[in-house]
């Protein structure tokens, strides 16, 4: 059996990822990096589990079922207080397509990757804390 070998992105790569994805994908995208939740959760989160007053998201994840308040970073605060309140999810159009077909979803990050010129295998979400405190310059 061949182990692979994944390296976490670089904040240059997750800055060009940002820059190249995009206006359906790059907000999944930017929830991913600041709270390190998995793209389904991302993808599904609605208007109901964030708590723009106390500053937390309050997820039960897919994987676990377990209860996660993450801390609301201030670059995806940001991005939330600009999104219409339509609907129970957050990133509607999203939430669509992960339902309908979540490979999609995989297709459109693939794409923003080619797009920005990031190859080889990377992951998003590691066991350094510090993943989902990256803040573009």
């Given at each position: 059996?061949n182990t692979v070998h994944r390296k976490p992105f670089t904040e240059a790569e997750l800055t060009?990822?940002?820059?190249?994805?995009?206006?359906?994908?790059?907000?999944?995208?930017?929830?991913?990096?600041?709270?390190?939740?998995?793209?389904?959760?991302?993808?599904?989160?609605?208007?109901?589990?964030?708590?723009?007053?106390?500053?937390?998201?309050?997820?039960?994840?897919?994987?676990?079922?377990?209860?996660?308040?993450?801390?609301?970073?201030?670059?995806?605060?940001?991005?939330?207080?600009?999104?219409?309140?339509?609907?129970?999810?957050?990133?509607?159009?999203?939430?669509?397509?992960?339902?309908?077909?979540?490979?999609?979803?995989?297709?459109?990050?693939?794409?923003?990757?080619?797009?920005?010129?990031?190859?080889?295998?990377?992951?998003?979400?590691?066991?350094?804390?510090?993943?989902?405190?990256?803040?573009?310059?």
């Open positions: 059996m060009g990822i940002l820059e190249h994805a995009n206006e359906i994908i790059r907000p999944v995208i930017m929830a991913g990096m600041c709270t390190a939740m998995r793209r389904g959760d991302c993808c599904l989160l609605k208007w109901e589990s964030v708590d723009m007053d106390g500053s937390f998201i309050n997820v039960k994840t897919s994987k676990t079922g377990e209860l996660a308040e993450i801390p609301l970073f201030p670059l995806l605060r940001e991005e939330l207080e600009q999104r219409p309140r339509k609907g129970e999810y957050v990133f509607q159009e999203a939430a669509a397509i992960y339902l309908k077909d979540d490979d999609r979803i995989t297709a459109l990050f693939k794409q923003a990757l080619k797009d920005a010129g990031i190859e080889g295998t990377h992951v998003m979400r590691h066991k350094d804390p510090r993943s989902r405190y990256f803040h573009p310059r």
